[in-house]
């Protein structure tokens, strides 16, 4: 699975489980595993090491400890559907937390831009000096 132009995922890097899904759903809901508990090592995955160390420095309830991100998926009712949310849904955390971050580069505020701020104090200063009370 293609994650970005630069980033492939295989199957062999996550592992999944179905489990049984929690809440309400009648009398399916004790015989069928429809929920998917996806399991992704970082440790143990095929990225490259500086997109590894990248995801084990984020502090994130996911992941754990050891370096496994945990994502468990149980919004449909079919346990095909709940697979492509897991798979999908790491696709998307590895993708976020993968991008190169943005330097910011330093600017200077324009001379006109300038010129505007001190006019508007000036223009503040001047009101408020003429509702000053001479004491007449």
């Known amino acids: 699975m293609n994650i970005n132009s630069h980033l492939v995922l295989r199957e062999s890097d996550y592992e999944i489980t179905p489990i049984r899904a929690q809440g309400a759903g009648g009398q399916n809901v004790n015989k069928v595993s429809s929920a998917i508990h996806l399991r992704f090592d970082i440790h143990?995955?095929?990225?490259?090491?500086?997109?590894?160390?990248?995801l084990l420095q984020i502090k994130d309830s996911r992941i754990t400890k050891e370096g496994v991100i945990v994502i468990k998926a149980q919004q449909h009712r079919t346990q095909a559907k709940n697979k492509a949310?897991?798979?999908e849904r790491l696709a998307q955390f590895i993708e976020e937390n993968t991008r190169p971050i943005k330097r910011r580069v330093a600017t200077k505020p324009s001379r006109n831009s300038m010129r505007k701020v001190l006019d508007k104090k000036k223009q503040r200063g001047q009101t408020k000096q003429n509702r000053q009370?001479?004491?007449?």
């Not at 009370?133 to 007449?136: K, L, M, R």
Request: charge should be neutral; glycine fraction near 6%; hydrophobic fraction near 20%.
């Open 44 to 54: 143990a995955c095929s990225l490259p090491d500086y997109y590894k160390h990248r």
């Open 133 to 136: 009370n001479y004491g007449y």
């Open 85 to 87: 949310d897991a798979i």
